[in-house]
């Protein structure tokens, strides 16, 4: 596995990481396999794996809890990025966007109690807060900086002014965002943004919440409880016109005997050494095959035709108010 600083003054990464969301929540079906998931952590470090995206609103809670079961005497190996913001700690712990300076302090240290460590190397506002200025959060989390509980923070879903906002404060570490094929809007203003401030760039849902692994052809594949089944980009017509990208995917995937997700990977880290994808599994088989990703090589022919596929029918959740702020 290759390996990259994530931003200017960010840690050093393997070019890959590991979403653990799929662990613990919205897409466990009918239930979690512990065992399974630890042994795909485990997998993912002795591959190169190094960073490890979890945060306190999985579960709630249980998925960091599982990161800190799966890194315990092996904390050295890894590079622990979470998240809060979404979670009311000042209230009865309901979900709402809070990013005060109060509830900073008071999900970090569940945080690092759950993780079973004394620091977080990467801290995200998972989303932004409209009641609490940026400012406000950014200095709280400037203070657990300097205190050596924090090694860098970072932002999710946040637009360019609030970027920069929080920029002047304290420098972002990295910028968490969708990206994919089947998600290109960091291209127009979020990219260039982070690159002009040195800051890495995150890419959560690589491969399309699964859709672009080519796997995903019936909402009847999904369970009752999985959260794409009210996704628009899954739903009815949606699903049949967005087909079309995972069948030209599939089209460049067999001129080069990989799979559609590995094509769609290797078409992500080709946008730059600066983009770390994040796919998400709990299955040691998936996670070596998106591995294999970053020994993919796409012809400039390959990467034309990628490029030129139309974007998807539907907005990326039922509900896009909490985003870019």
């Known amino acids: ?177 969708e990206y994919s094929l089947w998600s290109r809007d960091p291209e127009a203003e979020i990219l260039p943004v982070v690159r002009e401030l040195g800051i890495g760039f995150v890419a959560y849902s690589p491969l399309g919440r699964g859709f672009l692994t080519g796997a995903i052809r019936s909402l009847d594949q999904l369970d009752e409880s999985d959260f794409r089944r009210n996704n628009p980009r899954f739903e009815g017509d949606n699903l049949e016109a967005n087909i079309r990208i995972v069948e030209q995917v599939d089209a460049v995937a067999r001129e080069l005997d990989a799979k559609p997700g590995q094509v769609a990977l290797a078409w992500l880290l080709a946008q730059g050494d600066d983009i770390v994808p994040i796919p998400g599994t709990k299955r040691v088989s998936y996670l070596e095959e998106n591995v294999a990703a970053d020994a993919i090589e796409l012809s400039a022919d390959q990467l034309a035709t990628l490029d030129a596929l139309t974007a998807p029918v539907g907005d990326r959740y039922a509900d896009m108010s909490p985003l870019n702020r």
Do not use: C
């Not at 070019?15 to 897409?27: E, N, P, Q, V």
């Not at 960073?51 to 904390?75: H, Q, S």
């Not at 409209?130 to 950014?138: C, H, L």
């Not at 860098?152 to 910028?175: F, K, N, Q």
């Open 1 to 177: 596995m290759k390996n990259i600083t994530l931003g200017a003054h960010g840690p050093q990464v393997g070019r890959i990481g590991l979403g653990l969301m799929g662990m613990s929540a919205f897409y466990t079906g009918s239930g979690t396999d512990e065992a399974g998931s630890i042994a795909t952590i485990h997998r993912a470090l002795e591959l190169g794996v190094t960073l490890l995206d979890t945060a306190e609103i999985y579960g709630p809670y249980v998925n960091e809890e599982l990161l800190g079961k799966a890194i315990a005497g092996r904390r050295d190996e890894a590079v622990i990025a979470t998240k809060f913001g979404t979670i009311l700690h000042r209230g009865d712990g309901e979900r709402g966007l809070d990013g005060s300076a109060e509830n900073v302090r008071l999900s970090i240290e569940g945080s690092l109690k759950r993780l079973g460590t004394d620091y977080i190397d990467i801290y995200y506002q998972h989303r932004m807060d409209p009641g609490t200025p940026v400012e406000e959060t950014v200095g709280a989390l400037a203070e657990l900086i300097q205190e050596g509980k924090l090694r860098g923070y970072g932002l999710s879903e946040a637009a360019p002014a609030t970027i920069r906002r929080a920029h002047a404060v304290h420098p972002v570490t990295a910028l968490q965002t």
